[in-house]
């Protein structure tokens, strides 16, 4: 089974390049995405490492100014009708180089540092050459990396606790997440923005519409972060995003390792401790003995359980009852494994509704990942075992239906393949990980 499955999943990742990025998918998403990017780079390490670089590269040299990375980097070559909201819409200038309409201006969560960092570990397997060539992608990539560290920690701690906010619901990563519904209900659904010809089939068209409200109004401000709470009407802190935030000054410390710059290390490494307390203490809710979002606005926390509100497991300095509840949440009729993107038994789960129910191969590698910070290798091991066996049966889908597997989305997706390579070749735990008890 595997090397079939090897073999599929290099094709889809030969498919899905352009030959400067990959894209997500040739059918859906023709351009190039974030966080996206960054997961394809963890299977390219496998077996095309110097397209990996190239991808981080590409994207990372759309970087504004101000440290962050966009979402979508647009592909000039593709037609504006291909994609919506597309460059027109976002109406973007020149900046840092750029043409004029190259991206948007949200961001997506910062997966990057953990991909350049497994990518550079893997370096070794491909021969010498790829070893100068990680250490040199390695040194470009880091004052970037912690340019949009700064970033996400200094401009979005609209909050001011210590966590990055979203000023959208597809900065999560995770659009139509029930975790959004309430702070979202705050923004106008002005119809009028809505395409003539395409809709997005995993929304309403008033969901829509508040989709395209808010990037009207953050465009009409400028793009500027200053004074979100006043000025903006979605600004929350999600748990997975703020995780993947944490995670990634982990890898930054283990890069600023390699790069002889052992000051910075323990810099990178304390302020993940710092994020960790910042997560527990503003998005734990006690009563529920799960993290949720945050409406900073309204500092009410959302009701929904969402799979983001797992991914602080991914924490090795997460105290050890948080740890306890989120391991228990895995194995409860709520979730269990894979996990579903929202919990099974909640009011809003619906198991075709994208972010709303079906199991996406992203979050669960990330969880699984969790399980082996916390020395839980066994039920890894049966996590990694359910996934490959998921892509298998069904086929590189974006994501399953979380009762009978069935595939749903995109059928050559590049998240998918790419990580299902990493779940069949690697069995190592991240160098912090906690002492196995699994
Ligand atoms: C969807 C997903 C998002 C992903 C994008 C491209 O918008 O919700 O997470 O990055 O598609 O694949």
């Given amino acids: 089974m ?65 440290g962050r990375v966009p979402h979508i980097v647009f592909d000039p070559d593709v037609p504006e009708d291909a994609y919506f909201p597309g460059p027109a819409f976002w109406n973007m200038p020149a900046y840092a180089g750029r043409p004029a309409q190259g991206s948007t201006a949200l961001v997506q969560p910062p997966v990057h540092a953990l991909a350049a960092w497994e990518v550079y570990r893997h370096a070794a397997a491909h021969g010498a050459d790829a070893v ?54 705050a923004a106008p659904a002005d119809l009028t923005l809505l395409p003539a010809g395409r809709r997005d089939p995993n929304l309403s068209d008033e969901e829509y519409a508040r989709y395209l409200g808010l990037v009207r109004d953050y465009r009409d401000g400028g793009w500027s972060d200053t004074d979100l709470i006043g000025r903006h009407l979605f600004v929350v802190e999600c748990p997975g995003f703020n995780a993947i935030l944490a995670t990634a000054e982990l890898a930054l410390a283990q890069i600023a390792g390699v790069l002889g710059r052992s000051g910075e290390a323990s810099r990178h490494r304390k302020r993940a401790q710092v994020i960790t307390a910042a997560i527990t203490d503003r998005l734990w809710d006690p009563d529920t003995g799960f993290f949720h979002a945050r409406d900073v606005r309204t500092g009410r926390l959302s009701p929904a359980r969402s799979v983001s509100g797992l991914l602080p497991l991914m924490l090795p300095d997460l105290a050890a009852p948080q740890v306890a509840a989120l391991l228990e949440e895995l194995s409860s009729p709520r979730f269990g494994l894979p996990a579903p993107s929202y919990e099974r038994t909640g009011p809003a789960f619906d198991t075709r509704g994208y972010w709303r129910g079906p ?31 998921l892509v298998h049966h069904h086929g590189h889908y974006e994501n399953f239906q979380p009762e009978d597997g069935s595939g749903l989305g995109s059928p050559a997706f590049s998240w998918t393949a790419a990580l299902c390579l990493d779940l069949l070749a690697d069995r190592s735990a991240p160098a912090y990980a906690r002492g196995s008890r699994g």
């Avoid at 094709?11 to 998918?25: A, E, I, M």
């Avoid at 701690?157 to 975790?179: K, Q, R, T």
């Fill in 132 to 185: 100068q060539q990680a250490r040199t992608e390695l040194g470009w990539l880091y004052p970037r990396l912690v340019a949009q560290q700064e970033y996400l920690g200094d401009r979005r701690d609209a909050g001011g606790g210590g966590l990055a906010s979203i000023v959208h619901p597809w900065e999560s990563g995770m659009g139509n997440s029930p975790a959004w519904d309430d702070a979202l209900s």
């Fill in 359 to 389: 199991v996406w191969i992203n979050v669960n590698w990330l969880l699984r990942r969790g399980l082996l910070v916390h020395g839980r290798r066994r039920e890894a091991e049966e996590l990694s075992r359910r996934l490959v066996r």
């Fill in 2 to 66: 595997s090397a079939e499955l090897w073999r599929s999943a290099v094709r889809v990742l030969d498919t899905n390049w352009t030959g400067g990025h990959t894209v997500p998918s040739r059918t859906l998403n023709p351009h190039q995405w974030s966080w996206d990017t960054a997961f394809t780079a963890i299977g390219l390490a496998y077996v095309n490492p110097a397209r990996a670089w190239r991808d981080l590269r590409t994207l990372f040299q759309t970087q504004w100014p101000d």
